[in-house]
């Protein structure tokens, strides 16, 4: 069945409407505090304007950096030193000034990344590959081809590499060297959001979201389904109304799984059994973020949301930049943080949801959500330009 890419349709409908009210000014904020800039890079095109999930990684000391046009990059995280370039157009590690020399209008599509796994630096592209890079070195280990477009990170564990693929399709790899283990294929509505939710592999399964508004559960053993459950259900006279898909990744504690669908419901369930044990009124595409008790929640129009894990219970609100296209939330310290489509990085008071701070870096803007490993902030722009804070 067609699946038709509608995420910039709707980000152009809601700028249209708000365009025609208003025009949308960013509320008045106090800076508490200046974080403290480590270090920037351009890091080579980045993902233009494409909607592409393509985040850095960062691993063992080193942050990983990608352009959709192909070039995956490694720096020392703490000085910003160059490590390695790998271009997956040449498949050859290339010097710097090769690589500015090399440059051409030709594009491996990576979005799907950047992720790692028994070993390897793990990312996909749209043209349908699952690529494994020696972290270390940049040196390829091995290619596979997958039946559709890889439009989220690979994720690694229980002894294989699952890939949720723009076709429908899951897709479990070995790690030695990227050949199929099983694969798995979903029925998809005929119109979708452009992306997908990216598996959680947890012991004996794996947790997977679908466009069709589906959570389910797979045997990791040989892809068969232990379990699927609807958590949103198409409505409305319009296709665009009856969206329903799960593209924000699951998020599992124990034996319960978090998620959250688009024109849908926020849902807990029994990962053993899919059984609802609470449900409550939020929709998003992004990825949600957890902290000891508390979820948190960038809603598909730009409001954010903290509400307790264990009963739904909203614990506070902030809808003062609903409108400005957010990316996901990533919490820093006692902060939650995203940045916007102009280019700003917003921090809020993660205990009571108050603005306390906001920065302007790169105004490509952001689409993917800042990475952190709990002492540096990496921020990433459209246009490839890197940020690395440190805790304000």
């Not at 910003?80 to 157009?89: A, E, F, K, L, P």
Request: charge should be neutral.
């Amino acid at each position: 069945m067609r699946t038709l890419c509608v995420l910039t349709v709707l980000l152009t409908l809601v700028a249209g409407c708000s365009s025609k009210k208003e025009k949308l000014v960013l509320p008045a904020v106090t800076n508490q505090f200046q974080p403290v800039l480590l270090w920037d890079h351009t890091a080579a095109d980045g993902v233009q304007h494409f909607d592409s999930s393509l985040r850095p990684l960062i691993l063992d000391g080193k942050l990983f950096a990608a352009s959709r046009t192909g070039v995956i990059t490694a720096f020392e995280l703490e000085t910003g030193n160059r490590v390695w370039t790998y271009d997956t157009r040449s498949d050859s590690v290339i010097g710097f000034w090769r690589l500015l020399a090399y440059r051409s209008k030709d594009t491996a599509r990576v979005s799907g990344g950047l992720s790692h796994g028994f070993g390897h630096l793990l990312f996909g592209t749209e043209n349908g590959e699952v690529i494994a890079l020696d972290p270390a070195t940049g040196e390829r280990r091995w290619l596979s081809k997958v039946p559709g477009e890889v439009l989220a990170a690979p994720a690694a564990g229980d002894g294989m590499i699952v890939v949720n693929t723009g076709s429908g399709t899951i897709v479990a790899l070995n790690p030695a060297d990227g050949s199929r283990r099983w694969a798995y294929e979903q029925e998809l509505p005929a119109l979708t959001i452009r992306g997908v939710a990216e598996p959680v592999i947890v012991p004996g399964g794996v947790v997977f979201g679908s466009g069709a508004g589906k959570v389910g559960v797979l045997i990791s053993e040989h892809g068969l389904p232990a379990w699927e459950e609807v958590v949103a259900t198409p409505q409305g006279a319009t296709d665009l109304a009856r969206l329903v898909d799960v593209d924000a990744r699951p998020i599992v504690v124990g034996n319960t799984i978090y998620a959250i669908a688009y024109n849908g419901e926020l849902l807990a369930m029994e990962l053993n059994s899919g059984r609802t044990l609470w449900k409550r009124d939020y929709a998003s595409f992004r990825n949600m973020a957890l902290a000891d008790t508390v979820l948190y929640i960038v809603d598909s129009v730009g409001r954010v949301y903290a509400v307790d894990r264990r009963n739904g219970q909203e614990l506070w609100s902030q809808n003062a930049l609903e409108r400005h296209f957010l990316t996901a939330p990533t919490i820093f310290g006692d902060y939650l943080v995203f940045g916007d489509s102009k280019g700003y990085l917003h921090w809020l008071d993660r205990r009571t949801g108050d603005m306390v701070a906001r920065h302007q870096f790169h105004r490509s803007g952001f689409y993917v959500a800042p990475v952190t490993n709990g002492n540096y902030l990496v921020l990433q722009s459209r246009n490839g330009e890197l940020v690395v804070l440190q805790q304000p």
